[in-house]
Each structure stands twice: as structure tokens, then as C-alpha cells.
């Protein structure tokens, strides 16, 4: 087994450092993976990671195979990292900065590895892995949200002014992916929580009208920062 996984998200560039040893594409019983399985070293760690809308960067969030992806990662390591964007429901939260969320609402489209048999099992993240998140970000100095709900819609499109004042009371940030990889994670035993660039304010929110790009570009520079805090969160392990 690898020390961590991590699954890049809308922001995941080039990582200097990351030597990869080995790229496998992965068949599960749910189908093919977003991406293959890099596996390789950085900071002396081996890690696991996996590309969430594939190498080129083009699966929509709603066409992401999150079960099949956590199927195949779930085979390599205990702990997984979600590299996620998302968007701010609340005029104090700067933009762009980044937030290691503690828990999520996803009432509309959860999803399961349990179709055929009853099973329930309580949702959350993982706080042991959050701490080393938290931990390793305070050294950076950089913004750091330490806490914040995290609301998942569906998407591909963003979120409308009326909705998204509805979500405003029920949480501080608004994606596409991260509920839907940490439940399938609770379901196989494997330990996650997510790094969360913050890249825009959510539909509303704010006067300015949203533009995609620039939504991109911003989690695309937002990068570096997390870099920063994975690569000294991987050296404290």
C-alpha cells in the first residue's frame, strides 16, 4: 500500500517533484476510473493519484465515475486527499483561499456502493486526517478556512441566484464532488477529507457575474498553495 492517495481536481497542474514510477489503467466492477493510477514519490512518501475529470481534464462533474474511482483507490491506500474547488456562499470568506471542510450536505444525489443490499453507514470525514491538513496548512501562512460545510449540487452548470440563496443557510461553501467521494470512502473503510480551493463567490453572492475561465484560472493559481500544504503534510508523515 502507498502512504496516501490524492484525487486532483479542477485546479490539478504539473507537480515538480512528483516522480512518477508507474501509470495503470484501472477496470473495476463499476466501470473504467476517470483516470489511470499514477503511482510514484514525492517528499520520499509514495502516493497514489489519481486525475478526477481525467488527463485531458474533460469529464464534466455529473459524468465523474466517483464509485468506480474509489473502487480502484481503495485498493491502494488507507487515506485519501480530495483536491476540490468550490464556491464561497458567504461574503466573508475571501476568494480566492482555501478550506478543509468538516462536514458536507448532499441530499439531492447521493451515491452508493450498496444498490442491491441494505446497508447504512453514517457519513463524515476524516478528523485525524483533517488535523494533519490543518496542521501542515498553519505553516504555510497562506488563508486557511479551517472548518465550513460544504454543500454539493450536481451540476454541470452552476448553481442559480435563487438556489443559491437557499444553500446560504444551510452551509459555507458550494461543489460537485467532494460528498459524493467521501461517503463512497466511508463505505469502503478508506479515510478522507479535502483540501478545498475556494474560487469564486457563489451565484449572486456578490454583484459580478460569474465567468467559467476565470473560475479555472483561479483554482489553476490556487494550486501552488496547496501544493504547499501537501507536500509538508506528506514530509510530517
Same mark, same amino acid.
Given at each position: 500500500?502507498?502512504? =496516501? &492517495?490524492?484525487?486532483?481536481?479542477?485546479?490539478?497542474?504539473? *507537480?515538480? &517533484?512528483?516522480?512518477?514510477?508507474?501509470?495503470?489503467?484501472?477496470?473495476?466492477? *463499476? &466501470?473504467?476510473?476517470?483516470?489511470?493510477?499514477?503511482?510514484?514519490?514525492?517528499?520520499?512518501?509514495?502516493?497514489?493519484?489519481?486525475?478526477?475529470?481525467?488527463? #485531458?481534464?474533460? @469529464?464534466?462533474?455529473?459524468?465523474?465515475?466517483?464509485?468506480?474511482?474509489?473502487?480502484?483507490?481503495?485498493?491502494?491506500?488507507?487515506? +485519501?486527499?480530495?483536491? %476540490?474547488?468550490?464556491?464561497?456562499?458567504?461574503?466573508?470568506?475571501?476568494?480566492?483561499?482555501?478550506?478543509?471542510? $468538516?462536514? /458536507?450536505?448532499?441530499?439531492?444525489?447521493?451515491?452508493?456502493?450498496?444498490?442491491?443490499? =441494505?446497508?447504512?453507514?453514517?457519513?463524515?470525514?476524516?478528523?485525524?486526517?483533517?488535523? !494533519?491538513? =490543518?496542521?501542515?496548512?498553519?505553516?504555510?501562512?497562506?488563508?486557511? $478556512?479551517?472548518?465550513?460545510?460544504?454543500?454539493?449540487?450536481?451540476?454541470?452548470?452552476?448553481?442559480?441566484?435563487? #438556489?443559491?440563496? =437557499?444553500? %446560504?443557510?444551510?452551509?459555507?461553501?458550494?461543489?460537485?464532488?467532494?460528498?459524493? !467521494?467521501?461517503?463512497? %470512502?466511508?463505505?469502503? &473503510?478508506?479515510?478522507?477529507?479535502? +483540501?478545498?480551493?475556494?474560487?469564486?463567490?457563489? $451565484?449572486?453572492?456578490?454583484?459580478? !457575474?460569474?465567468? /467559467?475561465?476565470? @473560475?479555472?484560472?483561479?483554482?489553476? $493559481?490556487? *494550486?501552488?498553495? @496547496?501544493?504547499?500544504? +501537501?507536500? @509538508?503534510?506528506?514530509?510530517?508523515?
Amino acid at each position: 500500500m502507498s502512504d =496516501i &492517495g490524492i484525487i486532483g481536481g479542477t485546479g490539478f497542474a504539473e *507537480w515538480d &517533484g512528483f516522480v512518477v514510477d508507474e501509470k495503470e489503467k484501472k477496470h473495476t466492477p *463499476w &466501470g473504467t476510473p476517470s483516470s489511470p493510477l499514477y503511482r510514484g514519490t514525492l517528499k520520499g512518501k509514495k502516493i497514489v493519484l489519481l486525475k478526477r475529470h481525467g488527463p #485531458e481534464h474533460d @469529464i464534466p462533474p455529473h459524468r465523474i465515475n466517483h464509485r468506480a474511482n474509489i473502487y480502484a483507490l481503495q485498493k491502494e491506500v488507507d487515506e +485519501l486527499v480530495g483536491i %476540490c474547488s468550490a464556491g464561497a456562499l458567504r461574503e466573508d470568506i475571501k476568494v480566492p483561499s482555501i478550506s478543509i471542510p $468538516n462536514d /458536507y450536505v448532499n441530499l439531492w444525489n447521493p451515491i452508493t456502493f450498496y444498490n442491491e443490499k =441494505i446497508k447504512h453507514v453514517t457519513p463524515g470525514l476524516s478528523f485525524s486526517l483533517r488535523d !494533519e491538513l =490543518i496542521k501542515a496548512s498553519k505553516e504555510t501562512g497562506e488563508d486557511i $478556512n479551517e472548518e465550513g460545510i460544504y454543500i454539493q449540487t450536481q451540476g454541470p452548470r452552476l448553481e442559480t441566484k435563487a #438556489e443559491v440563496n =437557499i444553500l %446560504c443557510d444551510f452551509g459555507d461553501l458550494v461543489g460537485m464532488t467532494m460528498a459524493s !467521494e467521501s461517503t463512497l %470512502c466511508k463505505e469502503t &473503510g478508506v479515510g478522507y477529507a479535502a +483540501l478545498v480551493s475556494v474560487d469564486n463567490y457563489a $451565484n449572486g453572492v456578490k454583484k459580478e !457575474e460569474l465567468d /467559467y475561465e476565470e @473560475i479555472v484560472d483561479t483554482a489553476q $493559481n490556487n *494550486w501552488e498553495n @496547496i501544493k504547499k500544504i +501537501l507536500e @509538508i503534510f506528506l514530509e510530517s508523515r
